[in-house]
């Protein structure tokens, strides 16, 4: 008898869908490094604000080996920031550049607690939903806020990416998988990313190297320059 006469044909439909169902890393391998692209949107923002052409609407997540570098540049490539975090050693570099001013700061968990201080720690109530984002499957979770004036957020997150805690170092911490699409708030502003693409690749190790151009600072710097910064993009 072949393996396939001893699956009852009522189960193939499933089968089918779980084969073909998660995208380009197929059922029983993840993808282990590659870029996702996010789309970027403002859903709070006055789409007539004398910044609004200035909002960033893409930014870019690569990752290899338990390290992320998040990128995002903004006011026609002024300003730009990128966050590099090795997830096993839960460390961070934050850099931002604006003008020709360029700073970093080393992170470890203590010192992140004044840059999700606009969000807070939320509750997250795990659903059975499913959906697949940019061909990955994603389950559905909902993080639930205890201030009034933030909404609940639907965050939608895969573990077909090999990344281990791939969200400590935010609001969201507890995820167990890379969110492909989701809310945050950062100084005042509510993002909105939505992964468009997944492509999976060689990713240079070179990407992940300590900056040369950029200036030391302590985490409270840091902070300080972002939020002068993006508070210029509320008005």
Same mark, same amino acid.
């Not at 998988?177 to 990713?203: C, D, F, H, W």
């Given at each position: 008898?072949?393996?396939?006469?001893?699956?009852?044909?009522?189960?193939?439909?499933?089968?089918?869908?779980?084969?073909?169902?998660?995208?380009?890393?197929?059922?029983?391998?993840?993808?282990?490094?590659?870029?996702?692209?996010?789309?970027?949107?403002?859903?709070?923002?006055?789409?007539?604000?004398?910044?609004?052409?200035?909002?960033?609407?893409?930014?870019?997540?690569?990752?290899?080996?338990?390290?992320?570098?998040?990128?995002?540049?903004?006011?026609?490539?002024?300003?730009?920031?990128?966050?590099?975090?090795?997830?096993?050693?839960?460390?961070?570099? !934050?850099?931002?550049?604006?003008?020709?001013?360029?700073?970093?700061?080393?992170?470890?968990?203590?010192?992140?607690?004044?840059?999700?201080?606009?969000?807070?720690?939320?509750?997250?109530? !795990?659903?059975?939903?499913?959906?697949?984002?940019?061909? !990955?499957?994603?389950?559905?979770?909902?993080?639930?806020?205890?201030?009034?004036? $933030?909404?609940?957020?639907?965050?939608?997150?895969?573990?077909?990416?090999?990344?281990?805690?791939?969200?400590? !170092?935010?609001?969201?911490?507890?995820?167990?998988?890379?969110?492909?699409?989701?809310?945050?708030?950062?100084?005042?502003?509510?993002?909105?990313?939505?992964?468009?693409?997944?492509?999976?690749?060689?990713?240079?190790?070179?990407?992940?190297?300590?900056?040369?151009? $950029?200036?030391?600072?302590?985490?409270?710097?840091? $902070? $300080?320059?972002?939020?002068?910064?993006?508070?210029?993009?509320?008005?």
């Amino acid at each position: 008898m072949t393996t396939s006469s001893r699956i009852p044909l009522a189960l193939w439909p499933a089968l089918l869908t779980l084969f073909h169902g998660c995208g380009a890393t197929g059922f029983f391998s993840r993808l282990d490094e590659g870029v996702i692209e996010y789309s970027l949107s403002f859903p709070e923002y006055d789409p007539n604000g004398i910044m609004s052409g200035m909002l960033p609407e893409r930014t870019l997540l690569t990752f290899r080996d338990n390290r992320q570098v998040a990128e995002l540049s903004a006011g026609m490539g002024l300003f730009r920031t990128a966050m590099v975090t090795d997830d096993a050693s839960r460390t961070l570099d !934050y850099r931002m550049s604006m003008m020709g001013k360029r700073i970093t700061a080393n992170m470890r968990s203590r010192d992140l607690d004044v840059f999700v201080a606009d969000s807070g720690m939320p509750t997250i109530i !795990y659903t059975n939903d499913m959906d697949s984002i940019a061909g !990955y499957p994603c389950r559905r979770a909902v993080a639930i806020f205890d201030r009034i004036d $933030h909404p609940e957020i639907e965050l939608w997150y895969t573990d077909r990416i090999a990344l281990k805690d791939p969200n400590w !170092y935010g609001p969201f911490a507890e995820v167990p998988g890379v969110l492909l699409r989701y809310e945050v708030v950062q100084y005042g502003m509510r993002m909105r990313l939505t992964a468009i693409s997944v492509k999976p690749g060689n990713v240079d190790e070179t990407k992940f190297a300590p900056s040369q151009d $950029h200036d030391p600072v302590e985490p409270s710097v840091l $902070h $300080h320059e972002m939020a002068e910064v993006l508070g210029t993009f509320s008005m």
